[in-house]
């Protein structure tokens, strides 16, 4: 193990329910039905991809004005560092760093929202490079962001680990020849998530004690 990359939401933070919690809200207002299936499909999914989700589920949706909305309300909540971390995110970020290995942060939310709240949180001065959604021009299950911090920290996919919650950032990471760790969040893992992830783990503790045995 050379190197390990982590996902951002549902991940370090436990930021997928509050995104959804805004989201019912806003579509309550918009009278938007299904919308927790809608978002469960974006889960992973950067804003290009979320806005394509959303307009082919609701076609005469104001996109711009929802993600507006969404946005202030999740910010208005949450933001100011009152995010949630999750927990062992600090253990495993820690006993990583101390070990000398090299850390990468790959998430489809924009980037200056990724540095914003991992520095809140005192986070951010865990990552040696930091990859947002909108640094890429495909969003996950494409590989295209997890090659993109690969490279950053000048490792090949086949000698990093990726920690993700969800199935489209699984199916990313094994679509790039990453090993991967799935630590589950809004969604259990499948069939299909067990075939393609080397490990799923129920916390980050036991992704810690996982990867410190593959040193």
Do not use: Q
Request: with cysteine; glycine share 8%.
């Amino acid at each position: 193990m050379k190197a390990v990359l982590f996902d951002m939401d549902g991940v370090l933070f436990d930021s997928e329910r509050a995104v959804r919690a805004a989201w019912r809200e806003v579509a309550a207002e918009l009278g938007l039905e299904g919308i927790d299936e809608v978002f469960l499909r974006c889960v992973g999914v950067n804003i290009r991809g979320t806005e394509g989700i959303l307009r082919r589920a609701y076609p005469a949706l104001d996109f711009e004005d929802f993600d507006t909305r969404v946005r202030a309300r999740f910010r208005a909540r949450w933001g100011g560092g009152r995010l949630p971390v999750k927990p062992g995110a600090r253990e495993i970020l820690t006993a990583l760093r101390e070990r000398g290995i090299p850390l990468a942060l790959a998430s489809s939310t924009r980037t200056e929202t990724v540095r914003s709240e991992l520095d809140e949180a005192g986070l951010l001065v865990f990552f040696d490079a930091v990859v947002g959604g909108d640094m890429v021009a495909r969003s996950k299950p494409d590989p295209e962001i997890f090659l993109a911090a690969a490279a950053l920290l000048g490792t090949a996919p086949a000698d990093c680990f990726v920690i993700e919650d969800s199935f489209n950032g699984v199916r990313a990471a094994h679509a790039g020849g990453f090993r991967t760790v799935m630590v589950p969040d809004l969604l259990s893992p499948d069939a299909e998530m067990a075939e393609k992830a080397d490990a799923i783990r129920p916390d980050l503790f036991a992704a810690r004690d996982w990867l410190l045995a593959r040193l």
